[in-house]
Every structure is written in C-alpha cells, then in structure tokens.
C-alpha cells in the first residue's frame, strides 16, 4: 500500500486536541493543500475563514450545536461557497448579468468541500488531525452576522485541527460499508440499498434481533432531531441569500 493510500485509510476525525500551537509552516502547507484542489472552471469558487480570535471560536462552539471542543482546537477554519468575487466582477465588466443562482451554488459548494478535503489529507500527511463540523450550516442568520457574510457567500463545513491526544491516536476508527454496497454498476442498483439493514448489522456487528432498535435509535439522534431540522431551516435561508432575486 502506498502512502497516499495508507494515509487515507489511517485518517480518523480527532475530538481532542494537545494544548500546543499549530507549526506555522504547517498552517500555511495545509492552507495551501486547499488551492491545489480542483475547482469549477478554476474559479476558486470559495473563501476560507481562519477563526484566530478565541472569542469567535467560543461562540462557534455554541452556535454549532454546542461542542465544546471547537473551543479548544487550533485551527478552525470555515469554508464559504462564495460567487461574491466574481459575480461583482462580472457586474464591473458586463451588462446584463444575471444573478447567481442553484446550479452556481451547486458548483461553489462542491469546490469548497473539495478545497475542504484538500486540507484533511495535507493536515494528516503532518501528524495534525482535523474534523468536520457540518453544524456550521445551522443558524444561518447568526453566522452571517458574526461571520460579516455578503450575499452569495454561504458557509457550507467547518474544519477544526490540531495535533491528536495519545488518546484520540489510540481511539479505534469507525467501520465502515462494504465497498460493493456502495459502488452500483451502470445505473443504481435498488436491491443493493434495500439491503441496508444487513448493511448496519455487518457494520456494527448488531444481531437481527437489535437491528430494528438501532436504527429507530439513530433516526431520532441523527435525522428527526433538532438540529437537523434547523440545518433544514438555515439552509432554505443560505438558499435565498444566494439563489433569489
Ligand atoms: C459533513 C460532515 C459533517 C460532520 N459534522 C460533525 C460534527 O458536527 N461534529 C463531529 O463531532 N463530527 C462531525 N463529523 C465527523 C463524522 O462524525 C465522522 O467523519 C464520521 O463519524 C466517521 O468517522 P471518522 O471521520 O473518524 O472516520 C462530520 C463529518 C462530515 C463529513
């Protein structure tokens, strides 16, 4: 196995962090991991937001659902879908420019998670462990606020880094699908996902007899909760500010 691969298979999002700065050439090497990404058309279609004030990074603890360990990491950055910067600048040198709208969101979102990843690989390569906090889209109209958000710039994750505890080096990663569930040959293979229960039984080593607990379980803690409705709230409102008129 090479050690792309090996690093990949290692990486497993860190919760705690050691109570030391981050290197500054490491900062600036994953920093720059994010601009060698791919993007739409090479546009750059995001910003990054660098949270240094540890005031900010307590509110964000808070704000995205309350945890605490967002307080605590080193690095946090934000990554926006952003079509402010060319938008206004297509404006500057065009007439009859139209508004940004879905399909640019689409787009803005997908450079700014690539741009995202970019940087979770180039921080594991360094010994400096990250993790996604997708809380980042609940609250839409307080970030906007703390954030100075303009229109057509939208928070899509949030990235927390810092160099693992022994302990969270230790922590076992979590199991994944087999691959042949989820890879579906020439066309979506419906009798693949209708398998999901086994799918989890497998996965979590769960018995026939506890599978129908455990997902009505993680329904309630993941999909009907609170917080997933808000995400679904805020979101319609990232919507409007960057898709209407
Ligand atoms: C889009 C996205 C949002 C996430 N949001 C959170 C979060 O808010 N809090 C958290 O502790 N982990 C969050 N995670 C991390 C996942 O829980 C984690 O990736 C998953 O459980 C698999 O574990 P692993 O990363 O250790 O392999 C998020 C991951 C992704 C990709």
């Not at 390569?125 to 996604?132: A, D, F, I, N, Q």
């Amino acid at each position: 196995m090479n050690e792309i691969i090996r690093s990949l298979k290692d990486r497993k999002s860190v919760r705690a962090f050691k109570e030391i700065p981050i290197e500054a050439s490491h900062k600036a090497e994953i920093l720059n991991a994010a601009l060698e990404a791919p993007s739409a058309g090479n546009m750059t279609l995001y910003t990054i937001i660098d949270i240094t004030d540890q005031k900010l990074k307590d509110t964000l603890a808070i704000t995205c659902d309350n945890q605490p360990f967002i307080a605590k990491a080193p690095l946090v950055f934000i990554f926006c879908a952003d079509y402010y910067r060319w938008y206004h600048a297509f404006c500057r040198h065009s007439e009859n420019v139209r508004k940004p709208s879905y399909g640019d969101l689409n787009l803005a979102t997908a450079d700014a998670l690539i741009a995202a990843q970019n940087t979770v690989v180039a921080a594991e390569s360094l010994g400096v462990g990250s993790c996604y906090i997708g809380d980042i889209t609940e609250r839409f109209e307080e970030h906007r606020e703390l954030l100075s958000l303009p229109r057509y710039v939208v928070p899509v994750c949030m990235l927390v880094m810092g160099y693992p505890t022994e302990q969270q080096k230790k922590r076992e990663k979590p199991r994944r699908f087999d691959i042949n569930d989820i890879v579906h040959t020439n066309g979506y293979q419906r009798e693949k996902s209708d398998k999901m229960e086994d799918m989890l039984k497998v996965r979590q080593n769960i018995s026939e007899d506890a599978i129908s607990e455990y997902i009505h379980k993680f329904c309630k803690r993941k999909y009907n909760s609170d917080f997933s409705r808000e995400m679904s709230r805020s979101c319609e409102e990232m919507l409007k500010s960057f898709c209407e008129e």
